[in-house]
T-cell receptor
Framework: ETGVTQSPTHLIKTRGQQVTLRCSSQSGHNTVSWYQQALGQGPQFIFQ???????GRGNFPPRFSGLQFPNYSSELNVNALELDDSALYLC????????????FGPGTRLTVL | AQSVTQLDSQVPVFEEAPVELRCNYS??????LFWYVQYPNQGLQLLLK??????LVKGINGFEAEFNKSQTSFHLRKPSVHISDTAEYFC???????????FGSGTRLQVQP
């Protein structure tokens, strides 16, 4: 069974640029959630995708957007990067269920200079 | 709205001593509760979860947690810690119609020889 993978591992961008982060779900999972974890804090929910449709969104501006593909992999796009966007971005996959456990990938560390 | 409070930001403990990491949640509806562990520069790994049934839940690496509905708590315990347990521990809640996890701010467990 393949776990959740994310790429790249690390990324450095400058303010105003755009970035795309990628996530491959665990085998058999059709739901992907994205979280932002700032240094020293718990993860904060960005949004969730189920069967290629957005299925819930946290308190993040529209410049945070996403996609889910037919194979259930996913992308997180952030436009007009700000310094405060520097964080660990975590992807989690699960089955479509209100009780299903979310399994996390190793994360992408984004640094905005 | 749901919230999770982890009462201790840091818990220092000596090797082979017992430890308890505290977690309280607030929710007006039934929830599901999780503990995740995060080792340095890594993603989140599921330790254990409470969905229903027995209020004492056993997880990996010798950890267990007890769900207490009247006190809205889900404290994590281990009878004897090892140096390798040094990590950040996050309590999270899922439910109330939301499929996104709400995390606490984390507790850093520091095991000393």
């Amino acid at each position: 069974e393949t776990g959740v993978t994310q790429s790249p591992t690390h990324l450095i961008k400058t303010r105003g640029q755009q970035v795309t982060l990628r996530c491959s779900s665990q085998s058999g999972h059709n739901t992907v959630s994205w979280y932002q974890q700032a240094l020293g804090q718990g993860p904060q929910f960005i949004f969730q995708y189920y069967r290629e449709e957005e299925n819930g969104r946290g308190n993040f501006p529209p410049r945070f957007s996403g996609l889910q593909f037919p194979n259930y992999s996913s992308e997180l796009n952030v436009n007009a990067l700000e310094l405060d966007d520097s964080a660990l971005y975590l992807c989690a996959s699960s089955l479509r269920s209100s009780t299903d456990t979310q399994y996390f990938g190793p994360g992408t560390r984004l640094t905005v200079l | 709205a749901q919230s999770v409070t982890q009462l201790d930001s840091q818990v220092p403990v000596f090797e082979e001593a017992p430890v308890e990491l505290r977690c309280n949640y607030s929710s007006s509806v039934s929830v599901y509760l999780f503990w995740y562990v995060q080792y340095p520069n890594q993603g989140l790994q599921l330790l254990l979860k409470y969905l229903s049934g027995s209020t004492l839940v056993k997880g990996i690496n010798g950890f267990e947690a007890e769900f207490n509905k009247s006190q809205t708590s889900f404290h994590l315990r281990k009878p004897s810690v090892h140096i390798s347990d040094t990590a950040e521990y996050f309590c999270a809640v899922l439910g109330g119609g939301r499929r996104a996890l709400t995390f606490g701010s984390g507790t850093r467990l520091q095991v000393q020889p």
